[in-house]
């Protein structure tokens, strides 16, 4: 197990080391380019010439991204030229506001989803699991900005029942985060509840759950002590995974209710060429990503103890 879990360590650390040279090498090497985005378009030569200078643009490249990735393990991510402040002020606040939306939505995702998935596993090809199957396809199949155009006009408009912003200006208010939960649930719960469906049911056609069965072991037993835990091997790799989706994938969700979180902040850099803020949000995005891959490894092979002996 150590060394499965060293050589996971070492995968992510390569994996990370090549995505930040290829990130550096996309916005950096065409310094010219960089000063023109920038200054803007209408900037004489001069001028870039001089910020390129200034800013140590002129430097060989492999001694800028040594210098680059060393500040970035020190927590310098640079200086934002949107904001005018060191990105890590801006960045690790609209990450925990990000993380702690993706907190309200897989505490009411996973368990909605896990349970539907379930039931509708348990009785394959009942009108519960075609009723189940039927929802969860529908709401799985309408994007996140459509949703919340609709859900905003039925309970904000038309009702006045919730605030139409997540903006927080008066402090934390949970009824700003009502519908931007409800649009995210109700994008990604269905995926992971036919996930769950789908290995369920192949779960209860195993030839040791009808064998329990036969032997007169309560069914309830049988499906807690047995079906449950394969079933759930792979739709824990899909909820792992929906970290990343919950990260930087809700930007039109952020962006329409004004919540101030990390894929708003990713849009709005990129709107505005902020590129220490892009740089920043990238590295942290796929920090995440393949942090999230290597505790979906080691949570399978807790679940599939085949794996863990191999």
């Excluded at 348990?122 to 199957?133: A, F, K, L, N, P």
């Excluded at 792992?240 to 329409?256: K, M, P, R, T």
């Amino acid at each position: 197990m150590l060394i499965f879990l060293l050589k996971r360590l070492g995968f992510m650390l390569l994996t990370m080391l090549v995505v930040s040279i290829l990130l550096f090498l996309v916005l950096e090497i065409n310094v010219e380019n960089l000063a023109t985005r920038v200054l803007g378009q209408f900037s004489t030569e001069e001028q870039r010439q001089i910020w390129l200078e200034e800013n140590g643009y002129l430097r060989p490249i492999y001694i800028r991204y040594l210098e680059w990735i060393g500040d970035m393990l020190q927590g310098d991510f640079g200086h934002s030229t949107r904001f005018n402040v060191p990105v890590s002020e801006i960045l690790f606040d609209r990450l925990g506001n990000t993380g702690l939306l993706a907190l309200c939505v897989f505490g009411v995702m996973v368990p909605l989803a896990l349970t539907l998935g379930i039931l509708a596993g348990m009785r394959e090809g009942s009108s519960m699991d075609r009723s189940i199957t039927f929802f969860s396809v529908l709401t799985t199949s309408v994007p996140e900005f459509a949703s919340a155009v609709f859900f905003s006009a039925i309970f904000v408009f038309a009702l006045g029942w919730l605030p139409g912003t997540s903006g927080m200006a008066q402090g934390f208010n949970w009824t700003e985060m009502v519908l931007p939960v409800v649009v995210l649930v109700l994008y990604g719960f269905g995926y992971i509840a036919r996930m769950m469906r789908a290995s369920m049911a192949e779960v209860m056609q195993s030839p040791y759950i009808r064998t329990a069965i036969l032997k007169g072991l309560p069914y309830r037993r049988v499906i807690t002590k047995h079906a449950l835990r394969n079933a759930l091997i792979a739709p824990f790799t899909v909820i792992i995974l929906q970290i990343n989706w919950l990260l930087s994938g809700v930007i039109a969700v952020e962006y329409f209710f004004s919540y101030k979180g990390f894929g708003a902040l990713l849009l709005e850099a990129s709107l505005n060429t902020d590129i220490d803020v892009i740089q920043g949000c990238a590295i942290v995005a796929v920090f995440v990503a393949v942090g999230t891959q290597t505790l979906a490894d080691i949570g399978y092979t807790y679940l599939n103890p085949r794996i863990r002996f191999s």
